[in-house]
């Protein structure tokens, strides 16, 4: 039961100056919104006319008033930052020594160090 410095949500007391923070990673990967969700599979946000879709489980900046106030800037940067190394190098792995999936868990998500093969495009 609340009492008051205490909200209700979702049957979960929180009590003032609780921190909160969103889990927002077992949205990204639950299988129900995106199966196959750890695969790289574009054509997921592609409708069958060809059109981009999204979905709103979509949330890699978050929501609400504590969303992410660089999404603007960062969606710039990540677009003209993979353009350009597509365009500039094509990238293989290197058999002998594939990226693992086991992701190493801490503030983010990031993979194991791993070698990789750039050859320049011209
Ligand atoms: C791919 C890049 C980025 C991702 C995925 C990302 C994601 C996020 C997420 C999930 C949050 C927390 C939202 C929440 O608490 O619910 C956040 C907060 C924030 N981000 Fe980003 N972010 C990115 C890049 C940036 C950049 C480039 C800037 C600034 C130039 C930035 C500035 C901020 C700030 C200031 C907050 C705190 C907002 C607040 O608590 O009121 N972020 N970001």
């Given at each position: 039961m609340c009492f008051t410095n205490c909200k209700e949500f979702l049957g979960f007391h929180l009590e003032a100056n609780t921190m909160?923070?969103?889990?927002i990673g077992a949205l990204l990967t639950n299988e129900k919104i995106f199966p196959e969700a750890t695969k790289f599979k574009p054509e997921r946000f592609i409708d069958e006319n060809?059109?981009?879709q999204t979905k709103p489980e979509l949330i890699p900046f978050g929501v609400g008033k504590?969303?992410?106030l660089g999404e603007g800037l960062a969606?710039?940067?990540?677009y003209l930052f993979a353009a350009n190394l597509f365009n500039h190098f094509?990238?293989?792995t290197i058999p002998?020594?594939?990226?693992k999936m086991a992701p190493i868990i801490g503030g983010t998500k990031m993979p194991e160090p791993f070698l990789t093969h750039f050859e320049k495009r011209f």
């Open positions: 909160v923070i969103p889990q060809g059109k981009f504590r969303a992410c969606r710039l940067e990540l094509k990238i293989t002998s020594n594939p990226p």
